[in-house]
T-cell receptor
């Protein structure tokens, strides 16, 4: 079946540091890949997505590239802010269908 | 555009009691989902509706959980009787197909505590 594995947190960074959160997946065919963010006390928000190999999703300074050869979709941001403190979830939906499978989430804490 | 609405935001009940959650999806979204998110874990799909029909309820504990989506709009999720392990955040989401991809939009969730 489909599965998503992401690095465990918490990840603690200083402001303006570089952030990487690793995400790898197992799925048949060509799934769509997503990163969702959950700020404290709020629901999940779609951060970015990629629907085919070598696509790069980007939003709010975050980027992730769909790597079919390594089945990965790592999230990166060059300079984090305190406001980026949140839990980040990697997810996939299958090539045929719309059911989301989530990773376990990575908590990120950015200190001033 | 209004987002996905859920109520209540918080609920505390004792085990063996019943509880119901309500969700109003984004207008025009045909697909509605209920997820359970246990603390420290990613959301797990409980049930998916397409209009008012069930598409996937394979992960729904049907002995105690039930859900309906009358008229293909609002939905309710019920737990009866609740167990301690049902303590979680219950998320509702809705989606619209765009170019073959379904983007899911989530509500704020209902945090359930079973004591």
């Amino acid at each position: 079946g489909n599965s998503v594995t992401q690095m465990e947190g918490p990840v603690t960074l200083s402001e303006e540091a570089f952030l990487t959160i690793n995400c790898t997946y197992t799925a048949t065919g060509y799934p769509s890949l997503f990163w969702y963010v959950q700020y404290p006390g709020e629901g999940l928000q779609l951060l970015l997505k990629a629907t085919k190999a070598d696509d790069k999703g980007s939003n709010k300074g975050f980027e992730a590239t769909y790597r079919k050869e390594t089945t990965s979709f790592h999230l990166e941001k060059g300079s984090v802010q305190v406001s980026d403190s949140a839990v980040y979830f990697c997810a996939l939906s299958p090539a045929a269908g719309n059911k989301l499978t989530f990773g376990g989430g990575t908590r990120v804490l950015v200190k001033p | 555009e209004a987002g996905v609405a859920q109520s209540p935001r918080y609920k505390i009940i004792e085990k063996r009691q019943s509880v119901a959650f309500w969700c109003n999806p984004i207008s025009g979204h045909a697909t509605l989902y209920w997820y359970q998110q246990i603390l420290g874990q990613g959301p797990k799909l409980l049930i998916q509706f397409q209009n008012n029909g069930v598409v996937d309820d394979s992960q729904l504990p049907k002995d105690r959980f039930s859900a309906e989506r009358l008229k293909g709009v609002d939905s309710t999720l019920k737990i009866q009787p609740a167990k301690l392990e049902d303590s979680a955040v219950y998320l509702c989401a809705s989606s619209l197909e765009q170019g073959g991809v379904y983007e899911q939009y989530f509500g704020p969730g209902t945090r359930l505590t079973v004591t």
